[in-house]
């Protein structure tokens, strides 16, 4: 017996409104109380198609556990209930349901089909494994059951045997849609990008009108780097549904990556409009505002997200640059602070304190910070300069010439180096020292004398000659 395709002619392919099933449900049950359910066996089990097919899932129990209390050996009952079970999300009472019918006929596929979903659900993934394998051992061409063992691998995170499966399902059946959609996932999750366009290109031949199709579409061409067809393929899929969000989002990451900012700017505002409790959309929006340097646009977008999400330590940093950038120099301190209790080894953010603490002359805070970078990163070339650079300001010359010496230890060729050092040398009056470094900064690069010699005219003497 066929549950999915027997109908009767009277109903094929028509709609029932709910008075009618409710009706045929009824007199179904009529059959039951007056005893003629045995004779009326065509009409029960159309009546519980229905209800599988119209989600009247109790209702449609009702009556399979009324026809197994008569036929209990009849193992397409048994298959039936485990449908039923399983649409309910009853994988439990599926699962045995299933059994008892296999303990009837062992050999029904739709029954191994039906017990395999319930074994995937409860998280028995190896059984369900075996199951799959035992339909494809009865039926070599079951592309049900390719393309389940597929998505059962999908899901195991065993992405090169899910595309094994899947391609056989599309082998068996090119029009297999559902089929064409995870191959392209799979491929793209293994940046296999030529093979998930292939497979989303099929898909969409198939079913032309899905959004989500020519949304994950696009996503491949992003990630080769190939952000005009990006373009395309969100437009298209915002043509179709303009109402999801991530299609705007990432159309919007394709113009700014295409160079086109206003365009960005357009659709990622749409894409805040339709989820503006996404914190994640708020950030990119004032990132795309502070690229087109609209600063203050930037700032209210970087707000709005730490509003939704008090520690982004992405959005705090960004605001504190922003602040910085257009002079807020108390709150772009405040916001900077607040990223480094999130991340206190934060390299971007104690070079953005540095250089907040530099400006408004708190020179001790700028050395700490400084410090710490130079802790963390010892091969920090910047950080050692900048360093030096700051004991010098403060009057530290020990300090600052040392630093220097580790700026010469990392990158000696920067002639720039060893004339930082001359100076702080002449200021302590050690002139031989001094003179040493220039001639070896002078070495390196020769035109730096001409440039530099007015900068310290006593060292104008032939003991520079070599």
């Known amino acids: 017996m066929e549950f999915y395709n027997d109908y009767s002619e009277e109903f094929d392919n028509s709609f029932l409104d709910d008075n009618t099933l409710f009706s045929k449900i009824e007199t179904a049950k009529g059959y039951f109380d007056d005893g003629q359910a045995i004779i009326q066996t065509d009409f029960i089990e159309?009546?519980?198609?229905?209800?599988?097919d119209y989600d009247k899932l109790d209702e449609g129990l009702e009556l399979i556990e009324n026809l197994l209390d008569i036929l209990p050996f009849n193992s397409d009952y048994w298959q039936l209930k485990g449908i039923l079970l399983n649409n309910k999300f009853d994988f439990i009472n599926s699962y045995f349901a299933f059994e008892k019918s296999l303990s009837f006929n062992p050999i029904d596929v739709e029954s191994l089909l039906g017990k395999s979903t319930a074994e995937e659900n409860l998280d028995l993934f190896e059984d369900a494994a075996i199951t799959l394998k035992k339909v494809i051992e009865l039926d070599e061409n079951n592309e049900e059951a390719y393309y389940n063992l597929g998505t059962l691998y999908e899901r195991d995170d065993q992405y090169e045997k899910a595309t094994e499966f899947l391609s056989k399902a599309v082998e068996l059946d090119e029009g297999y849609l559902e089929a064409w959609y995870e191959l392209g996932y799979c491929y793209e999750y293994l940046n296999k990008l030529e093979e998930a366009l292939h497979a989303y290109e099929k898909y969409?031949?198939?079913?032309?009108?899905?959004?989500?199709g020519w949304y994950n579409k696009g996503i491949v061409h992003i990630k080769k780097g190939e952000f005009d067809k990006a373009v395309n393929d969100f437009e298209l899929s915002i043509a179709i549904n303009d109402s999801f969000s991530s299609s705007w989002f990432n159309c919007g990451v394709s113009y700014a990556n295409a160079d086109n900012l206003e365009k960005a700017l357009e659709c990622i505002s749409k894409s805040v409009e339709l989820d503006d409790k996404d914190e994640a959309l708020w950030?990119?929006?004032?990132?795309?505002?502070?690229d087109l340097n609209k600063l203050n646009n930037a700032i209210e977008s970087y707000s709005k997200a730490i509003e939704l999400y008090n520690d982004y330590y992405d959005a705090l940093?960004?605001?504190?640059?922003?602040?910085?950038?257009?002079?807020?120099?108390?709150?772009?301190?405040d916001d900077v602070q607040k990223a480094l209790t999130l991340?206190?080894?934060?390299?971007?953010a104690l070079e953005l304190k540095?250089?907040?603490?530099?400006?408004?002359?708190?020179l001790e805070s700028a050395i700490k910070s400084c410090k710490k970078i130079t802790d963390l990163d010892t091969k920090n070339f910047t950080a050692w300069n900048r360093l030096a650079e700051l004991y010098s300001e403060s009057g530290n010359w020990i300090e600052s010439i040392n630093s220097f010496n580790m700026c010469i230890k990392l990158k000696p060729e920067k002639a720039t180096v060893f004339y930082e050092k001359?100076?702080?040398?002449?200021?302590?009056?050690?002139?031989t020292e001094a003179l040493e470094y220039l001639k070896r900064s002078f070495s390196i690069q020769p035109n730096f004398r001409n440039e530099n010699i007015k900068e310290q005219p006593e060292v104008q003497s032939s003991r520079l000659s070599k």
């Open 204 to 212: 969409l031949d198939i079913d032309p009108f899905s959004y989500s």
């Open 46 to 52: 159309e009546t519980i198609q229905f209800c599988l």
């Open 354 to 362: 540095v250089s907040i603490d530099k400006s408004t002359g708190n």
């Open 283 to 290: 950030f990119t929006l004032g990132q795309t505002y502070e």
């Open 343 to 348: 991340e206190s080894e934060s390299i971007e």
């Open 317 to 333: 940093y960004a605001r504190a640059a922003c602040y910085n950038l257009t002079g807020q120099k108390s709150l772009a301190l």
């Open 422 to 431: 001359v100076k702080r040398k002449f200021l302590r009056s050690k002139n």
